[in-house]
Nanobody, 126 residues
Framework: VQLQASGGGLVQPGGSLRLSCAAS????????PAWFRQAPGKEREFVAA????????YYADSVKGRFTVSRDNAKNTLYLQMNSLKPQDTAVYYC????????????????????WGQGTLVTVSS
């Protein structure tokens, strides 16, 4: 499956953005989809994911209550709605998909994801 992320840009603190990740060559319903991010000078980290099957959602503590991950099966697209953005949210955001039905202890580990989009830059600054 090929993943194409979009929607990044420059936003002021407190603002909102919605990222999209379009899939081709496969359907998100057959995968565990997720978002990761990498801030300048830091390692890539987990942001959010939707569990395959029961569709439970998982979030990093740093974004819980501000970000919402969702999926549109008809459009085969994954979204990340980001509200109340902070400067520390500045990063390149990557969408990813795992062929596996990951359990809770596995879903935050990037090594469990097989397909990655190219990344979209989000800059939060005044």
């Amino acid at each position: 499956v090929q993943l194409q992320a979009s929607g990044g840009g420059l936003v002021q603190p407190g603002g909102s953005l919605r990222l999209s990740c379009a899939a081709s060559g496969g359907t998100f319903g057959s995968y565990t989809p997720a978002w990761f991010r990498q801030a300048p000078g830091k390692e890539r980290e987990f942001v959010a994911a939707i569990k395959r099957g029961n569709l439970d959602r998982y979030y990093a503590d740093s974004v819980k209550g501000r970000f919402t991950v969702s999926r549109d099966n008809a459009k085969n697209t994954l979204y990340l709605q980001m509200n109340s953005l902070k400067p520390q949210d500045t990063a390149v955001y990557y969408c990813a998909a795992s062929r596996l039905g990951l359990i809770t202890s596995e879903i935050r580990r990037q090594n469990n994801y097989h397909y990655w989009g190219q990344g979209t830059l989000v800059t939060v600054s005044s």
